[in-house]
């Protein structure tokens, strides 16, 4: 287990320097886990916005792409694993679901789930999300299932900040060279109304818009 341990964690750290899509970025993580621990189903939460739902993002198989079709989300604190974990900050793991007394919320999709685990993602000491592994059999997981995501959702977690921090840069670049050519496309003509006709072709251009109007008072 430690040897494959250190094998996926240096996978995860290959793919995050690697891929600075999150959306490709979260797809990878799920399978490489997935395949190197041999776990039925692995997916990736994040929080909203609001802090309120954990949203899924990444989720394998058939059920997964369903899943994500359906824009599966979890409130933060129900009774559910993902609820529980989003809420804590903690592992928590469900050894068996057919227990009556377990925090576990039967998904129509994943039928024959017996074993649930899931980690919180923490960045910069707020939960961002959850990792989040099933398994057909009941009691499938254990302590040391428990250390060894617990170190791969710090990865995930600072893999996923850096990716989208590359996003917002990107956006900011792209806002500012917009900016840039308007601007640019404005300042050449030598009448107002050259200008305008400049900047409203600039517009449609880049804004791919059927059409650009420009009124003065």
Do not use: C, W
């Amino acid at each position: 287990p430690r040897a494959r341990q250190l094998a996926t964690s240096a996978d995860v750290s290959q793919i995050a320097s690697s891929i600075l899509d999150v959306n490709e970025l979260m797809p990878r993580i799920v399978e490489t886990i997935k395949d190197a621990f041999r776990y039925d189903h692995v997916q990736i939460f994040l929080m909203d916005m609001d802090d309120n739902y954990a949203e899924l993002r990444a989720s394998t198989g058939e059920a997964g792409q369903k899943l994500l079709s359906i824009k599966h989300k979890l409130q933060k604190g129900s009774a559910s694993v993902i609820g529980t974990v989003t809420k804590t900050g903690k592992p928590t793991i469900v050894l068996d679901t057919e227990a009556a007394d377990v925090i576990h919320r039967p998904n129509p999709y994943l039928p024959n789930t017996r074993s649930e685990m899931a980690v919180p993602l923490i960045l910069k000491g707020r939960v961002i999300g959850a990792l989040d592994v099933q398994s057909n059999t009941p009691q499938a997981f254990d302590d040391d299932d428990v250390a060894i995501l617990t170190t791969l959702a710090g990865q995930i977690a600072t893999a996923i900040d850096n990716a989208q921090l590359f996003e917002q840069s990107q956006r900011r670049a792209n806002e500012m060279t917009f900016l840039f050519d308007v601007t640019t496309a404005a300042a050449s003509a030598e009448t107002l109304n050259d200008a305008l006709q400049n900047v409203a072709q600039e517009l449609r251009d880049s804004l791919d818009a059927l059409s650009v109007s420009l009124y003065l008072p």
